[in-house]
């Protein structure tokens, strides 16, 4: 019979439990293409390490500090040689054709061109160890396929496909100029500038480009404030992080500083904004979790839904609509948002009462019915998008078993955001509950009740 071991301490157990939840990374600095980007860097005048590339556990690539850097101290200084702007693009072998040509490119599109210009060079690039580091793929909605964008929530789902057909539209006004460029290519135009190579440079460009404002050209069409920043692009987003950032023109460097410091060895974040993960997904391709911006949008379609009995429901939408409270409503953890709040006040009253409509959208309380009917609709509206997110969260369920990995990766990104909307749906519906007082099923009668 074997013996028993010790049983071990408090301590030790808390250690274990420490050990086993804590994040692992795994430094990236020794790998080819990071030692050419760095080598690429360091020839433009990057002098800095205070942060290599690793790979982390719980976001994937990031950046990884080598020692521990005090709050407000600075993260990062890329000089301006190390930044890819449409300064770069136009002194480039593409100058003289965007410079000829009319109507004017944007500043987003020169961009785009230039890169996918410049992967097609391989070898010959001047930016290769730039290009090579960049991802092959991204899980932006522009990459999605129909099957996958019927999974986003509907607010999402509209921008989503604006956002594809943007990027087509760019691709398909464009053609003339790409065929222009034959003569630098080494293939057939149509068969390096393709929508994929258009869309993968889209995305290259707006999600990993920094904001820094330039001097109109006279080349150029529209707001020039992109500027693609090597190295710098790989630090990831948290949205508890501050950070000041911004081109420094006294050192010539786009310069990031953190407000609260980093740890020795711990990741090194900073922060795009104030933006809920909606915003970042379209944005940026990815959701941040636990971020304290998120909010679900009720769309006015899911609003009528709840309401349809109501009979001069399209003259209060229309009320709505002419005092902009149509857009943005929205329900958080904390519960519906005064917004939404105010469209179902509008929602509750009578048509008879439509002269105090307006008094309504400055803030006039209602009656404690037709406050309580209020309450009990925005239930209802969290009922109605808590079973839509149920059912998806199914269909993603069956839809990931028979995927190939590149849609799997947009199905973890829409999962995440509709698990997200789960728990905020679940926690506003208990807040919810508290506030009912009686149970009311349908709008207050017009002839018993009046505002205060």
């Known amino acids: 019979m074997k013996k028993c071991g010790c049983r071990t301490g408090r301590a030790t157990r808390k250690r274990r439990r420490k050990k086993k939840c804590s994040v692992q990374s795994v430094s990236l600095c020794h790998q080819p293409q990071y030692v050419s980007l760095m080598k690429f860097l360091h020839q433009r005048g990057f002098t800095s390490t205070l942060l290599q590339p690793s790979y982390f556990s719980d976001t994937g690539r990031g950046m990884q500090a080598q020692k521990t850097i005090k709050p407000g101290k600075m993260l990062i200084a890329l000089p301006l040689s190390c930044l890819l702007t449409t300064s770069t693009v136009l002194k480039s072998y593409l100058g003289h054709y965007i410079k000829s040509w009319k109507p004017r490119l944007s500043p987003l599109l020169s961009l785009c061109v230039f890169l996918v210009c410049e992967r097609h060079r391989g070898d010959h690039s001047d930016w290769l160890p730039y290009i090579s580091v960049l991802p092959t793929t991204y899980t932006c909605p522009a990459y999605f396929p129909d099957d996958v964008v019927a999974?986003?929530?509907?607010?999402?789902?509209?921008?989503?496909?604006?956002?594809?057909?943007?990027?087509?539209?760019?691709?398909?006004?464009?053609?003339?100029?790409?065929?222009?460029?034959?003569?630098?290519?080494?293939?057939?135009?149509?068969?390096?500038?393709?929508?994929?190579?258009?869309?993968?440079?889209?995305?290259?460009?707006?999600?990993?480009?920094?904001?820094?404002?330039?001097?109109?050209?006279?080349?150029?069409?529209?707001?020039?404030?992109?500027?693609?920043?090597?190295?710098?692009?790989?630090?990831?987003?948290?949205?508890?992080?501050?950070?000041?950032?911004?081109?420094?023109?006294?050192?010539?460097?786009?310069?990031?500083?953190?407000?609260?410091?980093?740890?020795?060895?711990?990741?090194?974040?900073?922060?795009?904004?104030?933006?809920?993960?909606?915003?970042?997904?379209?944005?940026?391709?990815?959701?941040?979790?636990?971020?304290?911006?998120?909010?679900?949008?009720?769309?006015?379609?899911?609003?009528?839904?709840?309401?349809?009995?109501?009979?001069?429901?399209?003259?209060?939408m229309k009320f709505l609509q002419e005092n902009n409270f149509i857009h943005n409503l929205t329900v958080s953890s904390e519960g519906p948002s005064w917004r939404l709040m105010t469209a179902l006040r509008i929602l509750a009253l009578p048509q008879t009462l439509y002269p105090q409509w307006k008094s309504v959208l400055l803030g006039q309380?209602?009656?404690?019915?037709?406050?309580?009917?209020?309450?009990?609709?925005?239930?209802?509206?969290?009922?109605?998008?808590?079973?839509?997110?149920?059912?998806?969260?199914?269909?993603?369920?069956?839809?990931?078993?028979?995927?190939?990995?590149?849609?799997?990766?947009?199905?973890?990104?829409?999962?995440?955001?509709?698990?997200?909307?789960?728990?905020?749906?679940?926690?506003?519906?208990?807040?919810?509950?508290?506030?009912?007082?009686?149970?009311?099923?349908?709008?207050?009668?017009?002839?018993?009740?009046?505002?205060?």
């Open 151 to 316: 999974l986003l929530p509907t607010s999402v789902r509209k921008q989503a496909m604006e956002q594809r057909e943007a990027v087509l539209e760019i691709h398909s006004s464009n053609q003339d100029f790409f065929r222009s460029l034959q003569p630098i290519l080494s293939k057939p135009a149509g068969e390096v500038l393709t929508y994929e190579a258009l869309r993968w440079a889209w995305c290259s460009v707006n999600t990993r480009s920094v904001f820094m404002s330039h001097p109109p050209s006279p080349f150029l069409s529209g707001e020039d404030v992109y500027a693609l920043a090597p190295f710098l692009d790989l630090l990831n987003h948290r949205p508890d992080i501050q950070v000041s950032a911004g081109f420094n023109h006294a050192s010539g460097c786009y310069e990031i500083s953190s407000a609260v410091g980093v740890q020795r060895y711990q990741q090194a974040f900073i922060n795009y904004g104030s933006h809920d993960n909606q915003r970042l997904l379209l944005e940026y391709g990815f959701v941040a979790s636990g971020n304290p911006h998120s909010v679900v949008y009720v769309d006015t379609g899911v609003l009528c839904e709840v309401v349809r009995g109501d009979r001069s429901l399209e003259q209060k």
């Open 365 to 452: 309380p209602l009656t404690e019915e037709r406050e309580q009917w209020c309450i009990q609709t925005a239930w209802t509206l969290c009922q109605h998008l808590l079973l839509d997110t149920h059912t998806v969260l199914d269909k993603i369920s069956h839809l990931y078993k028979r995927c190939a990995v590149p849609i799997r990766e947009q199905l973890d990104v829409v999962r995440s955001i509709r698990e997200e909307e789960r728990c905020i749906l679940g926690r506003c519906l208990e807040l919810l509950q508290g506030m009912q007082r009686q149970p009311l099923s349908s709008q207050p009668e017009d002839t018993t009740l009046t505002t205060v």
